[in-house]
């Protein structure tokens, strides 16, 4: 579940760095974003990459970090291809990559207890 956890963070980082590119906004949503949802948007990105690095060098040890940077390039393959066959996809990833992910922490959590 960890793994899971690590992954869905992964897809959301990269597809927040996607979206604050102004190209790829303006493919996604029709209007460039401003300065300041840019800056929101990378926060938040590097929030993600580094709670994923986190929770996986934690949880999994040196393993952590090979599952990371595959985690990484898997993610990073994912928001490329959508951006190159529909860029559409991408807010759609994003959005069933967040639930996905409060139903793993929903998930962890039961299981602690």
Known sequence: MIELLCFILCIIAFSCFAHAKATHYRDIYGVRPNARLVSKILICAWISILLSMTIAIAALGSYGVLLFCGFMAVSVLAI???????PKWLKALTFCCTASLLAVLTTI???SQ
């Open 80 to 86: 490329t291809l959508c951006l190159s066959f529909s």
């Open 109 to 111: 959590l039961i299981a």
